[in-house]
């Protein structure tokens, strides 16, 4: 099987220590290893010692480790290096998989309460005198209080530091930053925000604390301000296996079959868990991130464990429905009720086994470039010899060729517009993980012809049953093959692919999102009003995607053939939290030259700027907020002109299929 890996230079951004740095005395750097974290990741080889109050560098003396040959049963403690594929049935360090994100292991390996000198390899009893029993009783006096300012602290002696959560770009105010804590296997666990203290921790560290205040985000008991957090001891095995011999906190949850059942969500909150499987198709979840349910051996389809995971991992792995997935360590998020086993950096999961790519679509974007676009991400250096890779019937023939993610970009030869071509690809082309392009391998396209411009005159974004409807006025005559109605720039959701129609200038189209009728290719009056009411025989009626807009504050795009934006409008709604993505969307287009003010005063549009990213946007919070019908006020371009201003729009009667008044 082939593991996908990313080189270490991904890591710092994606899984991040909560890290601030800390005095230690006047003058002193160091009392201790521990101190010296700041000092950053040491060269191979050595390590930072505190010596006489100062970080030196001091080589390490690497002992003589299993080179793998175990097979992954639990009793090599996790020295495996990397033979195990990840399926939960070696003790959990294993640094193919696991990335080095795990605690620094002795060999042989330290029992849970002791911490493992890695300078001298070897095994130091914890200084905490707290029974492990005794911190989960403490831990669940903590999951048992009440949500506030804690009348009394509660004290955690003795936790052990099992994941960390980083900051995630793009992602909502709820998903907090920070780390979990358990003491044994069984739980409970818990989880504290980073902001909570600025004392930094890393898995396997051992630790004390007083929980000050305590919030529960979406179910989710979380300890949102601590005091006299203190790092007793570092390097712990964590991650081995509650059934490794020395035990650890990871418990595989494959044969679990009650996570449907009140309560079991609850029973495995915080805490660390193996666990492998086949994805369901994923959906978002929360604003930059993406879920998918996992079938194992205890949860049949449907299933409902999930694992989630931030969208540009998902993206990254081209995580599908069908793809096998195996999760060495991840640690269990909620939802309400609803179980999400996470992780946040590619290296934490493996995914093999996906379905095999399909040819999708061949667009021409030049008189001598052909975009063919496959259902999963290619493999570059699986493009040896493109021009008998990538055959054209017509005499057209293909002479280079460059990747981007599902999209390879062809270099042809001159081809003659209009003509009616066909492109077909050899299964020597594969995808990222090995996998040959299978049928359908080819694809029709047209020889490349000026495309259409398109301006967004007019939306209805809460229509019934997803059912909205947008309206788009052509600025510039051409063929709307290739252009796309997306929602946001950044995670965008495809509203619509349009078909290959020639359009003038002047023409209207109106885009039926969730629409069941067939799209208008040879005429406006194609399929008439007479037999098909939804439509308007003043305008090109074209067939939206099934997922409708999210009447919140979101911005609306069309992009060409070359991925350029033709037009965007921010639109806000003044009502509610807008979603943490929307400055960030609203300053793509504003780069983008789509949308003024080009910032704020000076600085990005955000949610706290003056202006803030609302009011310099296009309000819609007064159309209906839901049950909208073709004849519900709507919100439209009242200005003749396009000034890509906020001024350019109200909500008022809709005219749709012809031009706003």
């Known amino acids: 099987m082939l593991k996908r890996s990313l080189k270490r230079s991904w890591l710092p951004a994606l899984v991040t220590t909560v890290f601030v740095t800390v005095g230690t005395g006047c ?372 002479q280079s060729a460059t990747v981007s993610g599902r999209d390879v970009l062809v270099t042809t030869s001159e081809q003659t517009a209009g003509t009616d071509y066909t492109v077909s690809v050899a299964n020597s082309v594969k995808d990222t993980v090995g996998s040959a392009i299978t049928t359908p391998n080819s694809a029709a396209f047209k020889g490349f012809r000026t495309g259409a411009v398109l301006r967004i005159t007019e939306v209805q974004p809460s229509a019934a049953n997803n059912l909205d409807l947008v309206e788009l006025q052509v600025v510039t005559a051409g063929t709307t093959a290739g252009l796309q109605l997306l929602q946001d720039v950044n995670s965008a959701v495809t509203l619509a692919t349009l078909p290959d129609v020639a359009v003038a200038e002047g023409d209207i189209i109106v885009v039926h999102i969730a629409g069941t009728g067939e799209s208008e290719t040879t005429a406006k009056n194609q399929f008439p009003t007479s037999t098909t009411p939804a439509n308007y025989d003043t305008a090109w009626d074209f067939k939206g995607g099934t997922t409708g807009i999210t009447f919140s504050s979101r911005v609306i795009l069309v992009r060409d053939a070359q991925n350029a934006i033709q037009d965007a409008v921010p639109f806000a709604r003044n009502s509610g939290t807008p979603p943490a993505a929307f400055p960030g969307n609203l300053q793509a287009i504003q780069a983008a030259g789509q949308w003024l003010p080009a910032d704020c005063g000076g600085a990005p549009c955000t949610t706290t700027s003056t202006p803030t990213a609302a009011a310099v946007s296009a309000d819609w919070t007064n159309a209906p907020a839901n049950n909208a019908t073709p004849t519900s006020n709507t919100v439209r371009r009242i200005s003749a002109t396009d000034t890509n201003m906020a001024a350019d729009w109200a909500v008022g009667a809709p005219s749709w299929g012809v031009a706003n008044p």
């Open 27 to 398: 003058g002193d750097e160091c009392v201790d290893q521990f101190d010296c974290r700041d000092k950053g990741t040491p060269p191979e080889g050595q390590v930072y010692a505190c010596v006489e109050n100062k970080c030196e560098l001091r080589t390490l003396n690497t002992p003589e480790v299993d080179a793998g040959t175990d097979a992954g049963t639990g009793t090599d403690a996790g020295s495996d290096a990397g033979t195990d594929a990840g399926t939960g049935t070696d003790a959990g360090t294993d640094a193919g998989t696991d990335a080095g994100t795990g605690p620094t292991a002795c060999n042989p390996a330290c029992a849970l309460t002791e911490s493992c000198n890695i300078e001298t390899n070897t095994c130091t009893p914890s200084s905490v005198t707290t029974p492990p029993a005794d911190t989960s009783a403490q831990i669940a006096a903590f999951v048992a209080a009440p949500a506030g300012v804690l009348a009394t602290p509660l004290p955690v002696s003795g936790a052990f530091v099992t994941f960390i959560k980083p900051d995630v770009a793009g992602s909502a105010a709820t998903e907090a930053s920070g780390f979990f804590l358990q003491a044994e296997a069984g739980g409970p666990a818990m989880f504290v925000r980073g902001s909570a203290s600025p004392t930094p921790v890393a898995v396997g560290d051992r630790v004390t604390l007083n929980v000050t205040e305590k919030e529960i985000i979406s179910g989710l008991n979380v300890a949102k301000a601590v005091t006299d957090l203190t790092v007793v001891s570092q390097n712990h095995g964590v991650w081995n296996l509650d059934t490794a011999t020395p035990a650890g906190l990871k418990v595989d949850v494959n044969a679990v079959s009650t996570f449907e059942d009140a309560g079991t969500t609850s029973v495995y909150e915080s805490r660390i868990v193996t666990v492998s499987g086949k994805l369901a198709a994923g959906n978002n979840s929360g604003a930059a991130f993406t879920a998918f349910p996992v079938i194992t051996t205890g949860e049949p389809s449907p299933s409902p464990l999930l694992l989630r995971v931030p969208s540009t991992v998902s993206s990254y792995l081209d995580m599908v429905s069908g793809c096998d997935v195996a999760v060495p360590t991840g640690v269990v998020w909620r939802f309400a009720a609803q179980p999400q086993v996470s992780v946040f950096a590619p290296e934490q999961l493996s995914v093999t086994g996906c379905p095999a790519p399909l040819l999708a679509s061949a667009f021409a974007t030049s008189l001598t470039q052909v975009k063919v676009s496959f259902s999963r991400s290619v493999d570059a250096a699986s493009l040896t010899a493109v021009p008998t890779q990538f055959t054209f019937s017509g005499g057209l023939q293909a």
